[in-house]
C-alpha cells in the first residue's frame, strides 16, 4: 500500500486528517504562494482557479521527493467582490480584515490535488459561501483580544471551529472545506485506491 502524505504544513489540514483516522505524513511544501498568486492573477485566474493551482504545485514539490506516496496537496484562497485576501500578518491586518468582511458575503475556493507518481490522479474544487454579520469596531477589538494571534493563521483572520463561529450570519458549504479541506470528497477517493476502509 502506498504512503500517505499531506504536502502542507497546516495544523488544521492535519488536525481533519488525524480526526478521521488517517495514518499520514506531512510535508512542508515551501512554494512561494506569493508570486504564484500574482501570476495566476496576472495570467487571468479566478479564485477557485488558483486554489487548485497552488494546490497542485505543493503536491508536485512533495511528489518529487516521494514518488511512492500518494501527495495531498490542499489550498483556500478568499474572494470577496473580487478582492483576494491573504492571511493577515499581525492582529492589526486581522482587525482590517474584518473590518472589510464585515457585513458582506464571501467565499472560499477551497482545492485538493493528488498526485502520484508525478501525475495528478483526482481534482475537487469547492467553494462555501460565508456572510459576516456586521461587526461593530467594539465587537472586533473584543473579538482579537479572545481569539488572539491565532486567528492570523486563519485567510479571513477567524476560525469557524472556535469563536469565529460567532461572526457569521449565514454559511452555505461544507464544515471541513471551510476549515481548509474537502474531507468528505476525499476520503471517498482514498477508498477508492483503498487507502481507507470501505
Known amino acids: 500500500m502506498k504512503s500517505l502524505v499531506l504536502a502542507s504544513a497546516s495544523q488544521s489540514r492535519a488536525r481533519v486528517l488525524t480526526a478521521a483516522g488517517l495514518a499520514f505524513e506531512a510535508l512542508a511544501a515551501d512554494v512561494d504562494e506569493d508570486a504564484l498568486k500574482i501570476e495566476f492573477k496576472v495570467a487571468g485566474s479566478d479564485a477557485a482557479d488558483c486554489a487548485r493551482r497552488l494546490a497542485e504545485a505543493k503536491a508536485r514539490r512533495i511528489a518529487a521527493r516521494r514518488p511512492d506516496a500518494l501527495v495531498i496537496g490542499a489550498d483556500q484562497m478568499l474572494d470577496c467582490e473580487g478582492a483576494w485576501f491573504d492571511k493577515p500578518r499581525d492582529i492589526s491586518g486581522a482587525a482590517e480584515h474584518l473590518r472589510r468582511l464585515s457585513g458582506k458575503i464571501h467565499t472560499l475556493p477551497t482545492a485538493a490535488v493528488v498526485v502520484a507518481g508525478g501525475q495528478t490522479v483526482w481534482t475537487h474544487i469547492a467553494s462555501p459561501r460565508l ?56 476520503l471517498a477517493f482514498l477508498r477508492g485506491e483503498g487507502m481507507v476502509a470501505a
Do not use: H, M, N, W
Open 131 to 186: 456572510k459576516v454579520r456586521p461587526l461593530s469596531e467594539t465587537y472586533i477589538q473584543q473579538y482579537l483580544a479572545a481569539a488572539g494571534p491565532k486567528v492570523c493563521s486563519s485567510v479571513g483572520a477567524y476560525q469557524l471551529e472556535g469563536l469565529g463561529a460567532q461572526l457569521f450570519e449565514t454559511i452555505e458549504g461544507d464544515f471541513f472545506t471551510i476549515l481548509g479541506l474537502p474531507l468528505l470528497p476525499l
